[in-house]
């Protein structure tokens, strides 16, 4: 019971600060383009991570087997799939609610799932079956299709939210014994280094001004940053690292039913969050549909036949982030 509970306090912590990374981007999403932001944040986060190994006594944090397991081709598709997953999530947001992105990427479990039945010959269950139809209905009623408030973007956070799932049953097929900083890594070093190259096209060779119009956030070329934009890229920094480790540390004390089932407290934090600081606020029919999605996860979560969900636990205690943020997990 007492590991229970603290396993509960260290995933409420580290949702929360998932909640708040999301939001703090967001925000920025009006000063400067989703790539510099990636470009600027991973070289704190890379030396935040390198500082973390140094100091944290878990075998799968060791810097030296780290370096080996990098040159890992599954590492590295892992990571791709992480950064389609950004891309897809992030490009919703300017026109979706914080809370309404992360419902509709909370249909990831729900993938996962059918991936390992199809892939892994896993075994779903009436229950199972029931949380996968439930998803479905719960994104029907967040996006009302057909509707005038309508918005195609909802799809986005799905796409994301396949992605996702993509990374976890390869994480549960190919890296269940992966060293987790070495995953962390190669998550930050693949989004620097695409991030640097975009950075550079974007610049030298900018789209049309229309384009840019339509897409500020993912087409903005390199803007002036302030003392206080550098302080918030460190912050950021600073986010993801702690994410990092409290969920991994989360996984390790607690029952992975428990700790995925307090995941979808990302849908009340970013309900709350979006309100007071994003002026965001949820219609009853987006309340409902949130609801009827959390309930289908865990449905699926808790579903007789499962370990605890074994993909979501190998995927998650090795994840950077992971909207997952919703929200996953954060890169």
Known sequence: MNRDLGAAAIILTAVLLMTIADAMIKAFMGDMGLWQLFLTRAPFALALLVGLAAVLPARNWRLRSAWAALCDPWVSLRSVLIVLMYLFMYMSFPYLKLAVMGAAFFIA???????????????????????????????????RPGTSVFQPAIFLPVIAGLCYSFAAVLTRAKLRQSNTLAVALSLNLILMILSGLLVLGLNFAPPPAAWVEHSPFMLRPWAPMAGQDWAAIVVMAVLVCGITVLLALAYQVGRTVLVATLEYSYLIYAGVIGFVFLGEVLDGFSLLGMAILVTAGVLVVTRPGTSASAEDDTERATAEETPADPAASQP
């Open 109 to 143: 479990p729900i993938f996962t799932v059918l991936m390992a039945a199809l892939f892994l010959k896993d075994r779903v269950g009436l229950r199972g079956w029931l949380g996968v139809a439930l998803g479905f209905i719960g994104v029907m009623v967040v996006s």
